[in-house]
């Protein structure tokens, strides 16, 4: 059984930074992938950045330059810096991860509130 935990989530200023963390458990692997997805209030939930291996990346157009997802194998902790903060990038962070059997897992996610 695969449990993922979110945290780092807050109120922030537009332009101010953030850094989310997702602690993973369970029998998992540096390849298996891991993403942040978020779901912004009455919207469906959207990738945002995906990491698999070391350093494979990808991002979604809307936040290309501002975050940066990131993570410690040995820790099996995977991060995402958020700069540069909009109010549109607010809504509720989820982790994911896909495992070696194709099954994909979820943290309960952490709130991201930006200010205008």
């Known amino acids: 059984q695969v449990q993922l935990a979110e945290s780092g989530g807050g109120l922030v200023q537009a332009g101010g930074s953030l850094r989310l963390s997702c602690a993973a458990s369970?029998?998992?692997?540096?390849?298996?992938?891991m993403a942040w997805y978020r779901q912004a209030p009455g919207k469906q939930r959207e990738l945002v950045a995906g990491?698999?291996?070391?350093?494979?990346?990808n991002y979604a157009d809307s936040v290309k330059g501002r975050f940066s997802i990131s993570r410690d194998n040995a820790k099996n902790t995977v991060f995402l810096q958020m700069n540069s903060l909009k109010s549109e990038d607010t809504g509720v962070y989820y982790c994911?991860?896909?495992?070696?059997?194709?099954?994909?897992?979820w943290g309960k996610g952490t709130l991201v509130t930006v200010s205008s």
């Open positions: 994911n991860i896909v495992t070696q059997n194709g099954m994909a897992y």
């Open positions: 990491i698999a291996g070391i350093s494979f990346t």
């Open positions: 369970g029998e998992i692997f540096s390849i298996n992938p």
